[in-house]
């Protein structure tokens, strides 16, 4: 809850900078040190892109090591949220998402990609039908 409230004041436009800024800092330390990631999953939706490298970058950090919180992950969106993310190649947000897609396996992580169900459609209808007599 309170991460969410620091967010609000980073990103808010009525936030003087001072605020912003101090905001932006202790919401950064926040980040570093949070391993409850069900608090930090709103924030994948939320954060600006400067907030959000630490997001994925906690995440990267937690799901190597923990099995329950990769399922949770998946249930909860927010390994379909990351792969929404357009992340520059060979910057360390793009290091973080592969970090994060090598704790589950390539289909699951097609699966949750973007067009993945209209690649799939596609398939289907180039799909030549087998007859049989």
């Known amino acids: 809850e309170y991460i969410n409230i620091i967010n ?50 906690q995440f990267s950090k937690v799901l190597p090591h923990d099995a329950k919180a990769r399922r949770l992950f998946v249930t909860s969106g927010g390994l379909k949220k990351v792969q929404e993310i357009k992340a520059e190649p060979g910057s360390a947000l793009m290091e973080y998402i592969n970090i994060i897609n090598g704790c589950y396996p390539e289909e699951i992580v097609r699966y949750y990609s973007p067009g993945y169900s209209e690649r799939l459609l596609e398939r289907i209808d180039n799909h030549q039908p087998i007859m049989t007599n």
Request: net charge positive; charged share 20%.
């Open 8 to 57: 609000k004041a980073v990103v808010s436009t009525q936030s003087t900078g001072d605020l912003q800024i101090k905001a932006k800092k202790a919401l950064k330390n926040i980040l570093q040190k949070c391993v409850h990631l069900p608090a930090l999953e709103p924030l994948l939706h939320d954060a600006p892109p400067n907030i959000l490298k630490h997001v994925v970058a």
